[in-house]
C-alpha cells in the first residue's frame, strides 16, 4: 500500500489514495521547529482490518525521527497507539 505525504506550509498529512479517492488520512499541524501535533485520523471502511492507521503511524513516526520532531498525538486514535506502542516510540513522544 502507496502512503503518500503532502505538506502545506506547517500543516500536513499521510494519505492512501485509489484512484481519485481518498481512502486514508491522518493530519498533523507543527508547532515551533520541534514538535509534530497529529490531530486526526480517518480510515475509511474499505481498508478495514489492514491496520492502515497504523501504517500512516509509523510513517509519521519516520517523518519525525528523520526531522527530528517530537510528536504531541492529540488525535485519539495515535494517542492509543502510542500508548501500547510506547517503547517503539518513547524517541518521538513529546509528554
Same mark, same amino acid.
Given at each position: 500500500? +502507496?502512503?503518500?505525504?503532502?505538506?502545506?506550509?506547517?500543516?500536513?498529512? $499521510?494519505?492512501?489514495?485509489?484512484?481519485?479517492?481518498?481512502?486514508?488520512?491522518?493530519?498533523?499541524?507543527?508547532?515551533? =521547529?520541534? =514538535?509534530?501535533?497529529?490531530?486526526? =485520523?480517518?480510515?475509511?471502511?474499505? +481498508?478495514?482490518?489492514? &491496520?492502515?492507521?497504523?501504517?500512516?503511524?509509523?510513517?509519521? /513516526?519516520?517523518?519525525? %525521527? =528523520?526531522?527530528?520532531?517530537?510528536? $504531541?498525538? +492529540?488525535?485519539? $486514535?495515535? %494517542?492509543? /497507539?502510542?500508548?501500547? %506502542? &510506547?517503547?517503539?516510540?518513547?524517541?518521538?513522544?513529546?509528554?
Amino acid at each position: 500500500m +502507496l502512503i503518500q505525504h503532502k505538506e502545506n506550509g506547517p500543516n500536513g498529512s $499521510f494519505f492512501v489514495e485509489e484512484g481519485e479517492e481518498q481512502l486514508a488520512e491522518m493530519t498533523y499541524s507543527l508547532s515551533g =521547529t520541534d =514538535t509534530m501535533i497529529i490531530d486526526h =485520523t480517518e480510515v475509511d471502511e474499505k +481498508l478495514k482490518g489492514q &491496520h492502515v492507521g497504523n501504517q500512516l503511524l509509523d510513517q509519521a /513516526v519516520e517523518y519525525a %525521527r =528523520t526531522n527530528h520532531l517530537k510528536i $504531541f498525538p +492529540l488525535c485519539p $486514535f495515535a %494517542r492509543a /497507539v502510542f500508548k501500547k %506502542r &510506547h517503547e517503539e516510540f518513547k524517541d518521538v513522544l513529546k509528554e
